[in-house]
């Protein structure tokens, strides 16, 4: 059975930085394209960043050029690394494959707050 398992989240002053990662089991993570999601309070939950099993990677704009998603195929675990994060990028913050697998993990809280 595949286990997602999201860890790294926190409380971040405006302008500081995060890493996020995301643990898989129960399958090989070299075969799986993966992404990262994120669901505020009251929205839907949107795709951050995408990474395909080769490696090449797509943001959404509110990411683009503020975080770097990259993979350790050796360690089964995924990451984002988010940089001059702002209020607006709060939210809970998922991993899944693409296409999703139907289970999700519990998510990790990103808060940034001054």
């Known amino acids: 059975q595949v286990q997602l398992v999201e860890s790294g989240g926190g409380l971040v002053q405006p302008g500081g930085s995060l890493r996020l990662s995301c643990t898989v089991s129960?399958?090989?993570?070299?075969?799986?394209?993966m992404a990262w999601y994120r669901q505020a309070p009251g929205k839907q939950r949107e795709l951050v960043a995408f990474i395909r099993s080769g490696g090449g990677t797509n943001y959404a704009d509110s990411a683009q050029g503020r975080f770097t998603i990259s993979r350790d195929d050796n360690k089964n675990t995924m990451y984002l690394q988010m940089n001059s994060l702002k209020p607006e990028d709060t939210a809970v913050y998922y991993c899944n494959a693409v296409p999703n697998y139907s289970y999700w993990g519990q998510g990790t809280q990103v808060t940034v707050s001054s």
């Open positions: 129960g399958i090989f993570l070299g075969i799986l394209s």
